[in-house]
C-alpha cells in the first residue's frame, strides 16, 4: 500500500471501526463488486491474523512487524525447503529505499527466511534517481554485482533482453499462487522469450481520476444544457466528451473558485511524463484487434506520428488554453498534488497516488468529492492496419493505459551454474512474492499497489478500517484497469525510458508552440527510428515481440 | 642544473650537495624503470584482454588502478635515490602532479576517446567508434544550438549581476548602521543550496496559484502572473532566481576589493572637490578594475555550468526557451544513457568554454591597458 493511504486508515476512529465491521456482514449479503471475489467469511485465519500486524491505529509498522510478517507467512518456504538447507549461500539484493520501504521491509521479511535457511543476504540500497544508471551501468560494463534484484517491469528489456535473468522454476511459480495476478500481469508481462523471470510485487496503471461536487453542480448543469450541449451534464467517459467538458468549463466557477476541466502535464519529467500523453492517446490508438499502439510490431517504424497519436497531441494543444495559465510549466507531480489535490481542476489522469492522496494528505482539499473510474474511452479508434478510423459496434473503445507496468522481484541468470545458490535466491524471491504476504503489502505501507485477484476482496478492506464507498469506488477503477481484455501494455523493450525522453523535448517544442502536432510528432518518430537504429533494429524487433509474447 | 632557489631579497639558497653513491642511482633507476615496465605491461595486457586479443586479462581495470599506484610510489622513492635533497622536494609536488593526472587529465583525455563513439548503454553491440558522427550530430542539434543561445543571454546577465553587486558592495563599504548583519544577511542566497532555492522560489514562491510573488503580482495588476510559461518571461525568471543566489558572490569579491583601496587617494579627490559620482568613475572603477575582472571571469565560468535551477523549475521548458548545455547534457546522460553523444557535446562545450574564456581575458587585459594607458 502507498503510504498516504495507509495514513488516513491511521487518522480513523474508533467508531469508523466498528462502522467498517458491520460493513463486512453488510456486504456478505449484499453481494455486489465483491461477489466476484472470495467472501471474507472464507478467508485464511492467517490472512486476517496477518492484517492484524501491528493492528489499525497502533502506528507504523516497524522492523519488528515487517520480520513478525515474515515469519508467519513462512509456511510456504517450509513445505519446500528444508531447515538450514542454503547455510554458506550468500546473495546480494539490489534494490530500492525510497521513503524507507522496499528493501528496508525485504530485510524484514527476509529475516526469518535467512535465519530458518541458514542463507545470508547483503543489500545495495538505492535512491530511485540511481537506480537506472546504476542498473545500465552494471549491464553495459558487465559487473552485475547482485544476485536478486528489484525492478520495474520495463526495464525487463535491458536485463531480460540480454540473457541476465534466471528462469523462475516450476516450485516457485506454485508457491507464489501465480495465476493469482491481475490479468496484465500474466505473461507476456514477466516473461522473456516464453520464459517467466519475475516475481511480481506491486502493479501499476493510470486511472481517471474525478470530482463529484463539479459533476453534480446544478448551476454547471443549467449552464451546460444552456449552451446546447449533448446529453446530461455527467462525468466525461470519452476523450471527445473530455475536450468538450474542459472547453465548457473555462471561464466558469464552482464555489466561488474558477473553475476547470481536463489537467494536461505538458512539462516533461524525465521520461514519465510521456505515460501522460499515452493515457490520452490510448483510447484512439489501441485497436482491440491488434497488440501493438506505440511501434509497428515488424519493424519498429514508430506509430507516434500516426493520426491516432496525433489526435491525442493536438487534443492537447487544443485543450491547453482552457486550462490554468500557466500549465505549460506543469509537470505531472504539479497537475497531481499542487492542483488537482489542491482543488483545481476537475479531471485527471494518473496512477493510484492520487486516490490514496485523496484524503489523507494535508494539502488535500477533495477527498469527500473525488471519484475513479478507468481512463475515458472514445468514439472511434484508429487502425493501424486498415489506415482509417472504426467505430465499433460494442460502443467507444477504452484502453487503460498500464503505465509502468508496476515492480518486480528478479533472479539473476549469474545464480544458475550454483544449484544451491539458484534455488536460495529463488526461494527469497518467492518468499518475498508469497500470496498472503502480498495481502500485507497491500494493506500497509509498503510502496506497493495490489495486484493480485485476492487483493480486490473489500470485505478485507473494510475488516481492516478502511471507508466502504472510497476503497470500492478506488479498487474499482485500479481492477477494472487490470483485468480490461484492450489494456495498453507497455513495450518492454531496452531503452524504453530513452524513448519517452526524447519525445518529451519534442513535445515542449509542440505545446510551447513552435511545431505543429504532425511536424513535432513526426520528429519524435524520425527520433526514435535514430534510437532504434543506434540500439540495434534488428534485437530491437525481436525484443519487442518476445515482450509481447509473440 | 640550477638547483637554487631565489627569495624575495634576491639570495640564492642551494640544496645541500650529497655525495650520493652511483650505485644508489642506478638502483633508483632500476625501480623506476621496472615500476614503469610493470605498470606498461599491465596496461597493456588489460587493453588487449579488453579488446579480445587475449583472454587472459583481469575482471576489471582495477588492478592496473593499483600498479599506477605503485609505480607513483616507486617513481617517488626512484627520485629520492637519483636526487637526494632535490629527490625530496618533487616530493612535494609529485602526489598532486600525478593526482592531477589521473583525475582531471586522463579523464579529459579519455572523455574524448569516448566523445568518438557511438555508446548508448541499452545498446547491445556497446561502444562503437564512430569517427565524426558524434561531430555530425552536434553540429546538425537544434537542442545544442539552442541552448546555446540561451547560454549568451544567460552571460549577458552577469553584467547586470555585477552593476547589483557593485551597487551593494559600495553600500556595504559605507559606513551605514548593521553593517555587519547586512553583510552576512546579503551572504545568506550564496549560503543557500541552488536546488533549494528553486524549490523555495520557483516552486513556492513564484507557484501560479498560492504563491506569494504571484499573489502580490495579481494585486499589482498582472491578471496571470505565470513565470515560467511563456519564453523571456521563463528566461528572466531563471535569471532573477540564478542572480539571487551569486550576486552575493561578486559583491563579496568586490567588497574585499574596496576595503583594500588606498584611502589617501579618494581623500585627496575628496579634498580636491570631486564629487561622488567623479570620484567614483575616476577613482574608484578604475582601481577596482582587476577584481572587477576576476569577479567578473569567475562568475561566467559558474554561469556557463548553470543546470540546477533550470533542472529543477522548468526541465528547460517552455520549448527550450530556458535550457542550458549543462541541463541538455544531464538528460543526454540520464535520461537516456547516451554516453558517447553525451560526452562529445561535454567536451565540445569545454572547448567552447576554453576559448571563449581566453578571448574575454585577452580582450580584457587589453582594454584595461587601454584604461590605464589613457
Do not use: C
Not at chain 2, 609529485?94 to 589521473?102: E, K, N, R, Y
Amino acid at each position: 500500500m502507498k503510504v498516504e493511504l495507509y495514513n488516513r486508515l491511521m487518522s480513523m476512529s474508533r467508531r469508523d471501526m466498528l462502522k467498517g465491521a458491520a460493513a463486512v456482514s453488510a456486504l456478505g449479503v449484499a453481494g455486489g463488486y465483491a461477489a466476484s471475489t472470495p467472501t471474507f467469511a472464507a478467508a485464511d485465519d492467517l490472512r486476517a491474523a496477518i492484517l492484524k500486524i501491528p493492528g489499525v491505529g497502533k502506528g507504523s509498522p516497524t522492523d519488528a512487524d515487517w520480520q513478525k510478517v515474515g515469519e508467519m507467512t513462512l509456511g510456504a518456504t517450509k513445505a519446500s525447503i528444508k531447515e538450514g538447507e542454503f547455510k554458506g549461500v550468500e546473495l546480494s539484493f539490489m534494490g530500492l529505499n525510497n521513503q524507507n520501504l522496499h528493501n528496508l521491509l525485504f530485510r524484514g521479511f527476509l529475516k526469518p527466511w535467512e535465519a530458518y535457511t541458514g542463507a545470508k543476504i547483503t543489500w545495495i540500497d538505492l535512491a530511485q534517481a540511481d537506480y537506472n544508471p546504476r542498473l545500465q551501468q552494471a549491464i553495459a560494463s558487465g559487473t552485475i554485482d547482485f544476485d536478486i534484484l528489484e525492478m520495474g517491469a520495463p526495464f525487463e528489456g535491458d536485463v531480460g533482453g540480454k540473457g541476465l535473468a534466471s528462469e523462475m522454476p516450476d516450485w516457485v511459480k506454485k508457491q507464489i499462487e501465480f495465476d493469482d495476478l491481475v490479468n496484465y500481469l500474466k505473461p507476456p508481462v514477466g516473461t522473456w522469450n516464453g520464459k517467466q523471470i519475475r516475481v511480481t510485487i506491486d502493479g501499476d496503471t493510470h486511472n481517471f481520476n474525478y470530482r463529484t461536487d463539479y459533476f453534480a453542480d446544478a448551476d454547471l448543469a443549467k449552464a451546460w444544457a444552456a449552451e446546447g450541449h449533448k446529453g446530461d451534464w455527467s462525468v466525461p467517459n470519452t476523450w471527445q466528451k473530455v475536450q468538450e467538458v474542459t472547453k465548457f468549463l473555462k471561464g466558469k466557477k464552482i464555489k466561488g473558485q474558477d473553475a476547470y476541466g481536463y489537467l494536461d502535464a505538458p512539462k516533461g519529467w524525465g521520461g514519465f511524463g510521456f505515460y501522460f500523453l499515452g493515457s490520452r492517446a490510448t483510447a484512439y490508438a489501441k485497436h482491440p484487434d491488434d497488440k501493438a499502439w506505440l511501434f509497428d510490431i515488424d519493424t519498429m517504424k514508430p506509430r507516434v506520428n500516426n493520426p491516432a497519436w496525433v489526435r491525442a497531441i493536438q487534443d492537447e494543444i487544443d485543450a491547453l488554453p482552457f486550462e490554468p495559465a500557466d500549465q505549460l510549466n506543469a509537470d505531472p507531480g504539479t497537475t497531481g498534488f499542487q492542483q488537482f489535490l489542491a482543488g483545481t481542476g476537475s479531471m485527471l489522469s494518473w496512477w493510484g497516488d492520487i486516490g490514496s492522496n485523496a484524503k489523507t494528505s494535508d494539502s488535500s482539499v477533495v477527498g469527500d468529492v473525488v471519484g475513479f473510474s478507468i481512463l475515458p474511452g472514445s468514439d472511434d479508434v484508429y487502425n493501424s492496419k486498415t489506415g482509417k478510423w472504426d467505430t465499433l459496434a460494442s460502443g467507444p473503445n477504452f484502453s487503460p493505459n498500464m503505465a509502468y507496468l508496476g515492480w518486480g522481484v528478479y533472479v539473476m541468470a549469474r545464480v544458475d551454474s550454483d544449484s544451491k545458490k539458484h534455488k536460495a535466491a529463488w526461494s527469497a524471491a518467492a518468499h518475498l512474492g508469497g500470496k498472503d504476504l502480498s495481502l500485507w503489502t497491500a494493506a500497509y505501507p509498503s510502496g506497493f499497489q495490489p495486484y493480485r485477484n485476492s487483493h480486490f476482496n473489500i470485505p478485507e478492506w473494510v475488516a481492516a478500517g478502511y471507508d466502504e464507498k472510497f476503497i470500492t469506488s478506488y479498487l474499482k477503477s485500479e481492477a477494472d484497469s487490470y483485468n480490461h481484455p484492450n489494456a495498453a501494455i507497455e513495450p518492454r523493450i531496452p531503452g524504453i525510458f530513452q524513448y519517452y525522453s526524447v519525445a518529451e523535448d519534442e513535445l515542449a517544442k509542440i505545446f510551447a508552440g513552435k511545431a505543429t502536432a504532425q511536424a513535432g510528432a513526426d520528429a519524435i518518430a524520425a527520433a526514435w527510428e535514430k534510437l532504434t537504429d543506434q540500439i540495434g533494429r534488428d534485437s530491437q524487433i525481436k525484443l519487442y515481440k518476445a515482450s509481447l509474447g509473440m | 642544473m640550477q638547483t637554487g632557489q631565489a627569495t624575495a631579497g634576491g639570495q640564492v639558497y642551494e640544496a645541500a650537495e650529497q655525495n650520493l653513491s652511483a650505485r644508489r642511482k642506478v638502483w633508483g633507476r632500476i625501480l623506476i624503470v621496472a615500476a614503469s615496465l610493470g605498470l606498461a605491461i599491465m596496461v597493456m595486457w588489460q587493453l588487449l584482454d579488453s579488446m579480445g586479443v587475449i583472454a587472459t586479462g583481469f575482471p576489471n581495470w582495477r588492478p592496473v588502478a593499483f600498479a599506477y599506484l605503485v609505480w607513483a610510489i616507486a617513481l617517488g622513492a626512484g627520485q629520492v635515490m637519483i636526487h637526494g635533497e632535490n629527490g625530496h622536494r618533487a616530493l612535494f609536488l609529485l602526489p598532486a602532479l600525478l593526482f592531477t593526472i589521473a583525475m582531471v587529465i586522463f579523464p579529459t583525455f579519455f572523455g574524448l576517446y569516448i566523445a568518438f563513439t557511438d555508446w548508448n548503454l541499452s545498446s547491445f553491440t556497446g561502444q562503437k567508434f564512430n569517427g565524426l558522427d558524434n561531430v555530425r550530430a552536434l553540429v546538425a542539434d537544434e537542442y545544442f544550438w539552442n541552448a546555446l543561445l540561451n547560454m549568451v543571454y544567460y552571460v549577458l546577465s552577469v553584467a547586470v549581476q555585477y552593476a547589483i553587486a557593485f551597487g551593494l558592495a559600495l553600500l556595504l563599504n559605507a559606513e551605514i548602521k548593521a553593517r555587519k548583519f547586512f553583510r552576512v544577511a546579503f551572504l545568506l542566497p550564496f549560503m543557500l543550496s541552488p536546488v533549494a532555492i528553486s524549490w523555495m522560489i520557483g516552486k513556492s514562491l513564484m507557484e501560479y496559484r498560492f504563491g506569494p510573488l504571484a499573489t502580490l503580482m495579481r494585486h499589482l495588476g498582472w491578471e496571470s502572473p505565470a513565470f515560467f510559461a511563456t519564453p523571456w518571461i521563463a528566461r528572466l525568471s531563471i535569471v532573477a532566481m540564478d542572480s539571487w543566489v551569486w550576486i552575493p558572490f561578486i559583491m563579496i569579491l568586490l567588497l574585499a576589493g574596496l576595503q583594500a583601496l588606498p584611502k589617501e587617494v579618494q581623500e585627496a579627490a575628496k579634498v580636491d572637490g570631486a564629487t561622488p559620482w567623479q570620484s567614483f568613475w575616476q577613482i574608484t572603477f578604475p582601481l577596482m578594475l582587476p577584481i572587477s575582472v576576476t569577479a567578473i571571469v569567475l562568475r561566467i565560468i559558474f554561469q556557463l555550468k548553470l543546470a540546477d535551477i533550470v533542472i529543477n523549475t522548468t526541465s528547460g521548458g517552455p520549448g527550450g526557451a530556458t535550457d542550458t548545455v549543462s541541463s541538455f547534457i544531464f538528460r543526454e546522460y540520464r535520461d537516456r544513457s547516451n554516453v558517447g553523444y553525451g560526452t562529445m557535446v561535454a567536451e565540445a562545450y569545454l572547448i567552447i568554454i576554453i576559448i571563449f574564456i581566453t578571448l574575454l581575458l585577452k580582450v580584457l587585459r587589453r582594454w584595461m591597458r587601454e584604461e590605464n594607458d589613457a
